[in-house]
């Protein structure tokens, strides 16, 4: 059964940091690229970081120069360290992996909230 697990969402203030982790498991063919992506409240899903099986990243203006998305060796966990965060940046964000065979799998949001 495939998994894809958000967590370490939570309120922060701005200017403050936090890192998410989003863990997959259950899927049978090779990752490709996992990603970050964030929904605000009436806006749609916008890209946020992606990484691939090479390492190659790949980050919004928005987020260039504050958020980073490292991995774990076992190439089945990245992560979003995200400092220096502006009240803009809250959002849902969702985890996706896509396997080279060209399947997506999505996880369930973890919410983000910048504010004083």
């Known amino acids: 059964q495939v998994q894809v697990v958000e967590s370490g969402g939570g309120l922060v203030q701005p200017g403050g940091s936090l890192r998410l982790s989003c863990a997959a498991s259950?899927?049978?063919?090779?990752?490709?690229?996992m990603g970050w992506y964030r929904q605000a409240p009436g806006k749609q899903r916008e890209l946020v970081a992606t990484?691939?099986?090479?390492?190659?990243?790949n980050y919004a203006d928005s987020v260039k120069g504050r958020f980073t998305i490292p991995r774990d060796s076992a190439w089945n966990t990245v992560y979003l360290q995200m400092n220096s965060l502006k009240p803009e940046d809250t959002a849902v964000y969702y985890c996706?992996?896509?396997?080279?065979?060209?399947?997506?799998?999505w996880g369930k949001g973890t919410l983000v909230t910048v504010s004083s």
């Open positions: 259950g899927i049978s063919f090779s990752i490709a690229t």
């Open positions: 996706n992996v896509r396997t080279k065979d060209l399947r997506s799998y």
């Open positions: 990484i691939t099986s090479s390492g190659t990243t």
